[in-house]
C-alpha cells in the first residue's frame, strides 16, 4: 500500500505488538484528535481568484502542544498529512522534547505563484485557522516547499489577528532577526548528521571506503550533503525530481549547489543517469531526503546500499520495510533521523519565550546532545527487544506517548 495513512498506522500497529500495547490505545492513536480541511480564495495578480484546498492535521497534544510543519506542494492529501502529523507525534516523543504532532499542507505549486500571491496564500492559511494555533495551542514550522520568509508571514498575520500582541513562539523557522534561531535552516541535515555519525561508528564503517547516493536536493538533502562532503565523505551521485547525477569519483558539491542556484536542478550538471534509479544505484549509503513512499515493495529487492539514512518523512513503505530488514539492511528511521529540525524547532521556542538568544555553536551542541542520547536509546531499545532501530524508536515514543495519556487520565 502506497496510502500514508494506512502505511503510518501500520507501523503503529507493527510496534504496539512489541510492547503488548492494549488495543484501545491503538484505536485512539490511530487517529488524529483533530483534521481541519478548509479552502483559501486568494486573488491572483490578474485580479482572478483562485481557490486553494488546505489542511492541518493535530494528531496528539498528550506531551505539549501540537508541533509540525506546513507543506505547500501539488501532491498534498488529508491522508499525507494526518500521516505526517502522526510521524511527528512519535518524532517529538523520541527526541522527549514536551511538544505533540501535527502537520498541515496547502495543494499547490507554489513555484507557479508570484511572490504577493505566496504571500497572501500563507497569510489565508493563518486567516482561517488562527483559533487553532498559538505558542501552547499548535506551532507550525517550514516543510516541503516553505521557508523563513513564508513563516515570517503567517506570524506576522497571526499577530495581527491577536490585536498586535507578540507571540513569536506561535511559529518556528523564523528568519533570524524576527525571532528565529541560529541554526535552524541547518538543523535537519545537521541532525540526521550527528545520528549517521554515530550509527557509523556503531557499524565500524570507515569514511575514506564510504561511497553516498543522495534522493533529494531540497532543504535537507543539499545541507547533508554539504556537511558529508567537508567531512570527506564520497557523494557518488545527487538526484532531484528533475534528474540524476552521477560522478564515481565523487562529486563537487559546492560546485553543484551553485549549478541548483543558477539553473533550478541538479541536471545536466556533469555526467546524468537515467538507466539506474538512484534507489537502485551500487552506493554503500542511500539517503532519503525528498518524499513518501520512495522505497516500495516494487523497488524494494533492488536495493544494493547497505545503510539507509531516511531525512525524508516516510519514505519507505512498510512493505518494502520488511523486505528490506530480511536483505539485513540498517535503516535509520524518519521519527529519529530527521527529527534535528524539530528540536531545534522547539529551542526556537525556548529562545522566543525567554526572549533571549544562543549563538549557532550553543544551538548546534544542544542539537548534538538531543540527538546523540536519542539515537543510544534507540540502541539500547533495539538490543533489548531485538528489533530494527525503527521499531526501537516507536517502542520509545510509544512509551513516552502512553504514559502521559495514563497520568492525564485518558486511558
Ligand atoms: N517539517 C519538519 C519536520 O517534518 C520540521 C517540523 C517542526 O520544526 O516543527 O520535522
Redesign the pocket.
Same mark, same amino acid.
Not at 139 to 143: L, S
Given at each position: 500500500m502506497n496510502d500514508p495513512y494506512t502505511n503510518a498506522v501500520s507501523q503503529l500497529h507493527e510496534a504496539a505488538k512489541i510492547i503488548n500495547l492494549d488495543e484501545s490505545i491503538i484505536k485512539i492513536l490511530s487517529h488524529p484528535n483533530r483534521v481541519i480541511k478548509f479552502y483559501i480564495p486568494v486573488k491572483m495578480d490578474n485580479g482572478s481568484i483562485e481557490i486553494f484546498e488546505a489542511y492541518r492535521s493535530q494528531h496528539s497534544n498528550a506531551c505539549g502542544p501540537y @508541533? $509540525? $510543519?506546513i507543506r505547500f506542494h501539488p501532491d498534498v492529501t488529508e491522508s499525507e498529512v494526518k500521516a505526517?502529523s502522526m510521524w511527528?507525534t512519535w @518524532?517529538c516523543a523520541v527526541l522527549e522534547l514536551p511538544l505533540g504532532g501535527a502537520k498541515g499542507g496547502i495543494v499547490v505549486d507554489s513555484t507557479k505563484l508570484s511572490e504577493n500571491e505566496l504571500e497572501r496564500l500563507s497569510r489565508g492559511y493563518v486567516q482561517k485557522i488562527h483559533k487553532y494555533l498559538g505558542p501552547d495551542m499548535d506551532?507550525? #514550522?517550514?516543510?516541503v516547499y516553505t521557508n523563513p520568509k513564508i513563516m515570517a508571514w503567517m506570524l506576522d498575520e497571526y499577530e495581527q489577528l491577536n490585536g498586535g500582541s507578540y507571540a513569536h513562539g506561535m511559529i +518556528?523557522?523564523k528568519p533570524i532577526e524576527f525571532g528565529g534561531s541560529k541554526g535552524r535552516s541547518i538543523a +535537519?541535515a545537521k541532525g540526521g548528521f550527528f545520528v549517521f555519525e554515530e550509527a557509523i561508528k556503531m557499524l565500524n564503517l570507515s569514511k575514506k571506503n564510504i561511497t553516498v547516493a543522495i534522493q533529494g536536493f531540497g532543504n535537507a538533502g543539499a545541507t547533508f550533503a554539504d556537511i558529508l562532503y567537508k567531512e570527506g565523505f564520497k557523494i557518488i551521485a545527487v538526484s532531484d525530481s528533475k534528474g540524476t547525477v552521477f560522478d564515481d569519483n565523487g562529486l563537487d558539491i559546492p560546485n553543484l549547489n551553485q549549478h541548483k542556484l543558477s539553473t533550478g536542478s541538479v541536471k545536466h550538471y556533469g555526467k546524468n543517469i537515467s538507466d539506474v534509479d538512484i534507489i537502485e544505484l551500487d552506493a554503500d549509503v542511500l539517503i532519503l531526503a525528498a518524499l513518501e513512499n520512495a522505497v516500495r515493495k516494487e523497488n524494494a529487492d533492488n536495493v544494493k546500499a547497505k545503510l539507509i539514512v531516511e531525512l525524508a *518523512?516516510g519514505p519507505i513503505t512498510p512493505e518494502a520495510d520488511a523486505i528490506l530488514e530480511d536483505k539485513k539492511i540498517v535503516i535509520l528511521p524518519d521519527i529519529l533521523t *530527521? #527529527?534535528g $529540525?524539530?528540536t531545534v524547532?522547539y529551542l526556537e521556542q525556548v529562545q522566543n519565550s525567554a526572549n533571549y538568544y544562543w549563538s549557532e555553536e550553543e544551538v548546534i551542541n544542544k542539537l548534538h546532545d538531543f540527538m546523540k542520547n536519542a539515537f543510544l536509546k534507540v540502541h539500547d531499545a533495539s538490543t533489548q527487544h531485538k528489533v530494527s532501530f525503527r521499531k526501537a524508536s516507536y517502542v520509545l515514543a510509544l512509551n513516552k506517548v502512553v504514559k502521559t495519556m495514563k497520568f492525564r487520565g485518558w486511558i
Open positions: @508541533k $509540525g $510543519g505526517l511527528m @518524532k506551532i507550525p #514550522a517550514p516543510d +518556528t523557522g +535537519t *518523512n *530527521n #527529527a $529540525g524539530v524547532s
